[in-house]
């Protein structure tokens, strides 16, 4: 028997039947573990409005035992689907949105404090439980700022309802707040003082980094993200490498192998528990992020039953962390950061390993290779369902900035505490090589996050997984053949086309496309924000010669840069009186012929904004 490693989490342990002879008489299969875990997940999902009785849940929890007992497959799904049906309800249940109007209250600060415009926002919990999304401007906002995680203070505000926000109704949220008061507040409770300290040493050893890679440095190591730009987080998303901008389930895999030399000097039970314990610091650390959570009850499951002699696949061991998650928080089912975590596990576990066996070449390169592609068509319904359009550059991108994300990871547990110990000028040389792979990763980014690559849309992306699956069942080279010469031509026709007419990419951008010799022109009306850029990513729009900006504000500076980062733009024109990093002046009436007609652009007689007309979109 092997203690257990890391490695199980990372997707190494993936399938087949380790050592344990209670493992090999059990009846569950891991296709039985799958399809357990998908019933439960549906059932949370689709649970009914209105709670059930206590003695549901207790008659659920009966047959789940018994269908175990028997090793009746069946009976466990049926008494599980009651449970999780049972749970959900009551959760749903259990939600009460806060009346709108003034309150006064004592709150807990449950979520570092974010900027947000010109205000600051956090997440905090009232003392007598429910959970409000806080803003605050001005001298409140820089209060606000100033809050630590655990600290209780005194506020007064005005409750506003959550509106059509899922993602705040996922996380328990049931008002919104606006701060007019912060009063007296008191520290961090003591059990929170260990993760405080080992939180502020990071955040201290990445002193040295510039501002961008800082940002990028803390969402990897911490999940702090709340310093990333707009720009940094469209283009890691245009590239397919949004998962490096937070923890993942790999960090926690990280954090095991970083202390498994010390692990290994201790006895079973001792180790257990020490492992136990460091997870869950580290799991405190980093906010309970959803996909650090479900890493983390993966791990302790696994060492639970390596310690007792139990020994589980990794498909079974993720599929009872999900359960088991579910039945604590049904509302997960909502968190896409969830989602994603157990669909990117369950690509690796299940996947995986056939892709291993099928990818010919080096051990080095195959290794990689099928963890990243099985990951990625797990994850692909998930986020076409959500982010439109999928890049067919993030397998590359991921190959090529895994092992330095990787490296920083470690880097970050290891070197990166120990940064924050001594003074900023041996700190920036303990750094330097982390801030050579953060630039690699930058690079790696800002190369795919522009490039021109076809993107997998409701078409494109099914045809896709279907001819990779059975790339991989075919067992012989003329099947292979076949299969690639048929899937070839699909995907061709699949693939969306780059938009050759006038694209409205979103709320207020709208893109002239080149032909002839005339410039295309990315035109920013006066209203533009970041979901216009995500309508430009999923138009396909990766260049324009000239970016036209209505208004040179504050807001407006923060989109163009955004813009810059996803988008290979010639030229900025903006108002006299702008705020556009790169901007060029528009001083006079200036025309522009564009395919779809001609654009007039004039300053105004303040130099605040630009009057375009133009004759080709109307």
Not at 358 to 364: A, K, N, Y
Request: aromatic share 6%; hydrophobic share 50%; glycine share 10%.
């Amino acid at each position: 028997m092997t203690w257990w490693s890391p490695d199980v989490d990372a997707g190494r342990h993936r399938s087949g039947s380790p050592v344990g002879s209670e493992f090999e008489r059990s009846s569950l299969t891991e296709a039985h573990s799958v399809l357990l875990v998908m019933l439960g997940w549906t059932a949370a999902w689709y649970a009914p409005s209105a709670a059930a009785p206590p003695f549901v849940l207790g008659v659920g929890v009966s047959v789940v035992l018994l269908g175990w007992w028997r090793q009746r497959t069946a009976i466990v799904a049926l008494g599980l689907a009651t449970v999780m049906a049972s749970l959900g309800a009551r959760a749903e249940q259990a939600y009460e949105p806060l009346p709108a109007g003034p309150t006064t209250a004592v709150a807990t600060v449950v979520e570092d404090p974010s900027p947000v415009g010109a205000g600051w926002r956090a997440e905090l919990r009232f003392e007598s439980g429910p959970r409000v999304d806080a803003v605050a401007f001005g001298r409140v906002g820089a209060d606000l700022s100033a809050a630590e995680v655990g600290q209780q203070m005194e506020i007064e505000g005005t409750v506003r309802s959550v509106g059509d926000r899922p993602w705040l109704v996922a996380r328990h949220i049931v008002g919104r707040l606006s701060l007019t008061r912060i009063g007296p507040r008191s520290g961090p409770g003591p059990l929170l003082t260990v993760p405080r300290v080992l939180r502020q040493l990071v955040v201290d050893g990445a002193a040295a980094l510039p501002d961008r890679q800082r940002a990028l440095y803390l969402g990897l190591v911490i999940g702090d993200d709340r310093f990333q730009s707009a720009g940094q987080r469209l283009q890691f998303r245009s590239a397919g490498l949004s998962h490096l901008l937070a923890v993942s389930g790999q960090n926690v895999a990280f954090v095991g192998a970083v202390a498994r030399p010390l692990l290994l000097l201790l006895g079973y039970r001792l180790r257990f528990v020490c492992l136990v314990v460091l997870l869950v610091l580290f799991a405190v650390i980093t906010r309970g992020e959803p996909s650090v959570l479900r890493a983390t009850t993966t791990a302790i499951l696994a060492a639970w039953a390596a310690t007792t002699g139990r020994e589980r696949s990794g498909v079974h061991v993720l599929a009872a962390a999900v359960i088991v998650l579910l039945a604590i928080d049904p509302f997960l089912v909502d968190v896409v950061g969830f989602q994603l975590s157990v669909a990117a596990s369950t690509g690796i576990l299940v996947i995986g390993p056939v892709l291993e066996r099928r990818i010919p070449g080096p051990g080095w390169l195959r290794d990689p290779l099928s963890v990243t592609v099985s990951a990625q068509l797990g994850v692909s319904p998930i986020l076409l369902g959500h982010f439109g359009p999928i890049s067919i550059a993030a397998v590359p991108a991921n190959l090529l900035a895994g092992w330095a994300a990787a490296a920083v990871m470690v880097s970050g547990l290891t070197v990166g505490i120990g940064a924050g110990l001594v003074p900023p000028e041996l700190g920036t040389v303990l750094q330097f090589p982390t801030r050579v792979l953060l630039s690699w990763i930058e690079l790696v980014a800002d190369f795919h996050g522009t490039a021109p690559a076809p993107r997998l849309g409701r078409i494109g992306l099914p045809v896709a997984v279907f001819f990779c699956l059975a790339l991989v069942i075919s067992r012989t080279t003329r099947g292979r053949l076949l299969i690639a010469g048929i899937a070839m031509p699909l995907a061709i026709v699949a693939a969306p086309r780059p938009p050759t007419g006038l694209v409205e990419c979103g709320p207020a951008l709208i893109w002239h496309p080149p032909a002839d010799g005339r410039p295309s022109v990315l035109l920013a009306e006066t209203e533009v924000g970041i979901r216009s850029i995500e309508g430009c990513l999923d138009a396909g729009v990766s260049e324009a010669d000239v970016l036209l900006l209505e208004k040179g504000d504050r807001s407006t500076a923060e989109v163009a840069a955004a813009l810059v980062d996803v988008v290979d733009i010639g030229i900025i024109l903006a108002p006299p009186q702008h705020r556009v990093r790169g901007g060029h002046r528009v001083l006079e009436t200036t025309r522009i012929e564009t395919v779809s007609g001609n654009i007039e652009v004039r300053p105004d007689a303040y130099g605040r904004r630009l009057h375009v007309e133009s004759s080709g979109r109307r």
